[in-house]
């Protein structure tokens, strides 16, 4: 009879689709409970990153991040580590309190900004040892970094040739006459960081006419820089656009933005003798000029972050 | 357009994609099982039904980001925020969908089947329910198709979909990646939409096929009524 | 502190309303993204959706565009369109008036196709051209889902402009995009919250237009439970 043909499908139509539901839900739920909130509430630390030999390795939300992360996470899959990894998780201000809490075990960061914007706001550190020493100090219990690499990959501000040209600028001091007329863009929490816009007023009597939140030195802080939508930008140092559309990175003197070498911070008690030497001998590695060809490839040439990230790994022995 | 970034980053283009299938699914699904419920009642009981089409027609004007910012102290930034929220739209999606399905059976074939012997339960899960099937069924997929799509943009608060793929794309000037994602998506609700579809032959083999595919869609199906096609 | 007290100390800080990202500035943007689109989709849907209708020529694509619409990314397209044009006034206009599109074309389909067979056919007997019984039988009749649809527009186009500020934009996304990247959940609640109010602000004003506009007998089918 055609009813009970239809009951019978709906029947079994419910029983799939409740199975479905039922096997989705609980990998859904698991998954949930490995991305952390952003305000302090109840996630265990302990569920994730707690066992020696498993790591959740982090990136911050722009591509060199993504690609120190992915370096890190490739080198420490061929000494035998099990690594899952969590890429483009936001800027610091959100993926710190993770680290710290140990649902990410292990963070590409860099020494400068990690101590001034986190760590210790009030900090005069400014040369790598310094800083170094500094955050060694002052950070949480539950946090620990590694050794830091040679690579740097700073903030500067940057304005055209043109620019340059015009107003004969060298170093950021030189704009203090005409930063008034001058739209400063840069990442969101530019804004409120403490070497951002204060720290450029505090540091060089910089007020500039406005201020555009832009994106993490990418595209959209490079056409607005080449457009004249803004006519100075916080462009990071390995950017490959620097070099590609002939930028000019102003000099900082006065270190408003402290030393910024490539640093794991990582959270302590997921860390074993084999993670923490396989991360040392990495950066050991990572020059700034090695870097910035990788940054290349894969901003530039649109290379796979795994496929770079295995080619420089390769190429110093440590796969 | 890189064709090789395709094969090359393959597993994380499946990744992606099974998480936003995820996000995207889940949602319509519990958004049906409690509009059914909630559908029935307001079907039986009218009054129900016009403070409760109020509600949702606020719920549904709210933008999904919103939404899941307004849960984020409560869910924190996870997968449960962008499935609560994106319940809550299907739910607008479905619901009325169900009712109005449910009121378009016509009266002399609820008598029918009063007469025929059948008490209000029966009737309800043996002939309401399966003459109403194409109708909600039509409302859940737009519930689902419109999830799949709006589960990418959980991305902007960091919970892994497919629209990393638009944002990396952004972040490195990449369109080949853009494109994977835009079709990912749209192939994705595609598909969805087309097991939905089977899903309601299969429930409702009774139904002619050109008829119904007016059917689905409750305005549409008014003037698939009118024409005499019912 | 739950997301109302963010969002309230936030949208009731005096500092927060005044210089040059304020909130009423970013209001205004928000308003110029929402009705500068809707206004293009609305001059190329409701013609099209009316020629649709009552010809009857090109139904399936209606049918076809009612499912597909809502699969387009909202996000993914304009990112593709940043990419490719920067910083111009088109990179936000075409996916806005795209997106904008399919909800007024199928509504208007729907309410012109919808209107009573004998209608038209008095309309006819009465010896009124095609134009004629357009815009003084079947619009009139359309009205209320003709209304539907630009409502459903303006929440949909609403929800994007909040998102365009991802892609460098001002409007009340700014507030919530700038607010998840310095980790200040004030800004992202006050932002939300406003963006909200906006929406419910859009729905009230569909009523209101509804009740002005339409005839009371009219009034009442469109009441029918819908959202789309």
């Keep these: 009879m055609r009813t009970r043909t239809a009951t019978g499908g709906i029947a079994a139509i419910a029983a799939i689709t409740l199975a479905a539901v039922a096997a989705c839900s609980s990998s859904a739920s698991s998954s949930s409970s490995s991305s952390a909130s952003a305000s302090a509430s109840s996630s265990n630390p302990l569920s994730s990153g707690g066992s020696s030999t498993s790591v959740v390795v982090g990136s911050a939300n722009f591509p060199e991040n ?59 550190a400014k040369t790598t040892a310094e800083v170094d020493a500094a955050l060694a100090a002052k950070l949480p219990s539950t946090l620990q970094v590694l050794n830091s690499a040679p690579a740097q990959d700073s903030d500067s501000i940057t304005v055209t040739q043109a620019t340059a040209n015009k107003y004969h600028l060298k170093s950021i001091a030189d704009l203090k006459p005409y930063a008034a007329n001058m739209a400063l863009g840069a990442p969101p929490e530019f804004k409120t960081r403490s070497d951002g816009i204060a720290g450029l007023k505090a540091t060089y009597g910089l007020t ?95 290379a796979s972050y795994s496929t770079v990230a295995a080619g420089f790994l390769q190429a110093e022995g440590l796969s | 357009m890189i064709w090789s970034w395709i094969p090359q980053n393959w597993s994380l283009i499946w990744q992606l994609t099974w998480e936003n299938a995820k996000l995207g699914v889940l949602s319509a699904l519990y958004g049906l099982i409690i509009s059914l419920p909630l559908g029935i009642i307001a079907a039986r009981w009218r009054w129900v039904y016009p403070p409760t089409l109020a509600v949702v027609n606020v719920v549904y004007a709210v933008p999904s980001l919103a939404l899941w910012i307004a849960l984020i102290p409560a869910f924190g930034l996870t997968d449960t925020t962008v499935i609560i929220g994106l319940t809550a739209f299907s739910l607008c999606v479905i619901l009325p969908n169900v009712v109005e399905g449910l009121r378009a059976v016509p009266a002399p074939v609820r008598q029918a089947a009063t007469a025929m012997g059948y008490g209000a339960t029966r009737r309800l899960v043996m002939v309401e329910l399966p003459l109403a099937a194409p109708v ?3 409302g859940l997929r737009v519930g689902v198709v419109a999830s799949i799509s709006l589960a990418s943009l959980g991305q902007l608060i960091g919970v892994s979909s497919l629209g990393y793929l638009f944002i990396d794309g952004l972040q490195r000037s990449f369109p080949t990646e853009i494109y994977v994602g835009l079709v990912c998506v749209i192939v994705l609700a595609v598909i969805c939409d087309l097991l939905l579809v089977g899903v309601r032959r299969v429930l409702t083999p009774w139904q002619p096929r050109r008829q119904v595919a007016l059917a689905q ?6 003037v698939a009524l009118r024409r005499g096609a019912a | 502190m739950s997301f109302f007290s963010y969002a309230w100390d936030w949208v009731t800080t005096s500092a927060n309303w005044q210089g040059s990202d304020s909130i009423p500035q970013q209001i205004i943007a928000h308003l110029g993204y929402t009705v500068l689109p809707l206004l293009i989709a609305a001059l190329i849907g409701i013609p099209l959706g009316v020629a649709i209708g009552h010809t009857g020529r090109g139904a399936v694509l209606v049918v076809n565009l009612a499912n597909a619409w809502r699969a387009i990314p909202t996000l993914g397209l304009l990112i593709l369109l940043a990419v490719y044009l920067g910083f ?100 992202v609640a006050g932002g939300a919250l406003l963006v909200v109010l906006l929406a419910v602000l859009v729905l009230a004003l569909f009523a209101v237009l509804n009740r002005l506009v339409v005839p009371v007998g009219l009034r009442k089918q469109a009441e029918l439970g819908r959202t789309e």
């Design chain 2, 217 to 222: 869609w409750p305005g549409l199906q008014r």
């Design chain 2, 136 to 138: 909600i069924i039509g």
């Design chain 3, 88 to 187: 111009s006034i088109l990179t936000w206009l075409i996916p806005l008036v795209v997106l904008a599109i399919p909800p007024i074309i199928i509504n208007a389909y729907e309410g012109v196709a919808g209107v009573d067979p004998d209608v038209k056919d008095a309309a006819k007997g009465m010896g009124m051209t095609p134009w004629q019984q357009v815009t003084r039988v079947e619009l009139p009749i359309a009205l209320p889902l003709l209304l539907v649809g630009l409502r459903t527009a303006t929440i949909f186009v609403v929800a994007t402009a909040t998102i365009a500020a991802y892609i460098g934009l001002g409007g009340l996304g700014r507030f919530i995009i700038d607010g998840l990247a310095s980790n200040d959940y004030g800004p």
């Design chain 1, 208 to 302: 500039f006419k406005s201020f555009v939140p832009l994106d993490e030195s990418g595209p959209l802080t490079l056409a607005a820089l080449q457009s004249g939508k803004v006519q100075a930008a916080d462009v990071f140092t390995t950017t490959p656009q620097i070099v590609t559309d002939k930028l000019v990175s102003l000099a900082d003197p006065k270190f408003n933005f402290a030393a910024q070498n490539v640093i794991p911070l990582v959270y302590k008690p997921a860390m074993n003798a084999t993670i923490i030497n396989t991360l040392n001998a990495v950066d050991a590695k990572l020059t700034t000029e090695a870097l910035l060809q990788m940054d290349n490839a894969v901003i530039t040439e649109h």
């Design chain 1, 66 to 124: 993504e690609l120190l992360a992915t370096v890190y996470a490739q080198a420490l899959q061929a000494k035998g580590v099990k690594v899952s990894t969590k890429l483009n998780i936001g800027a610091r201000e959100v993926y710190y309190p993770q680290v710290e809490k140990g649902t990410i075990s292990i963070i590409p960061e860099y020494n400068g900004t990690l101590l001034t914007v986190e760590v210790d706001k009030t900090s005069t």
